[in-house]
């Protein structure tokens, strides 16, 4: 087994005010701290989704675990091909090369700590989502980024049959 020791020097601080928030209704995303921030260690955002929303379709990470950790709400979450549900307090962690995706289940909105470790530079992949949303950039400009963001796209039967 290998270690992965990060390497910075000042802890990392991340004021609520401060952070920047990319999207809005029906999903936001709170962008924490990049790779960058953290020595590589991790890359962290909070999501908020509203009352059904998708979250993120299935996708998969080749070189990175992600860990959900539910704040609020109820969310779906696709793991190889299980969907859970999770509650306020529940905690989903995928390992890599494991398909998943989440959303918020039905009637209900949810709110979500997303950890990504080892980190990956993810805060340009949220803002390219962004501009996806206002028609500045096409949905097939995401393939062209997979590899820089380590996040890969794929059908899934399990999550097309519950959502």
Known sequence: ??????????SVVVREAEAEVV?????????????????????????????GADGARPHLHRNSAEMFYLLDGEA?????????????????????????????????TAELLIVITPGVERFEY????????????????????QELYDNHFLRSKAWDERR
């Open 1 to 10: 087994m290998s270690l992965f020791v990060p390497k910075f020097d000042d």
């Open 76 to 108: 779906e979450i696709l793991s190889g091909d299980d969907v859970l549900t999770a509650e306020r307090g529940d905690l989903v962690i995928v390992p890599p090369d494991k398909p998943h995706a989440f959303a918020a289940a039905p009637d209900s």
């Open 23 to 51: 999207g809005g209704d029906p999903v936001a995303i709170k962008l924490l701290a990049d790779s960058s921030a953290s020595g590589g260690a991790l890359s962290t955002v909070r999501v908020t989704l509203a009352e």
């Open 126 to 145: 949220f803002r390219h989502l962004q501009r996806i949303r206002l028609g500045e950039v096409t949905p097939e400009s995401l393939l062209q980024v």
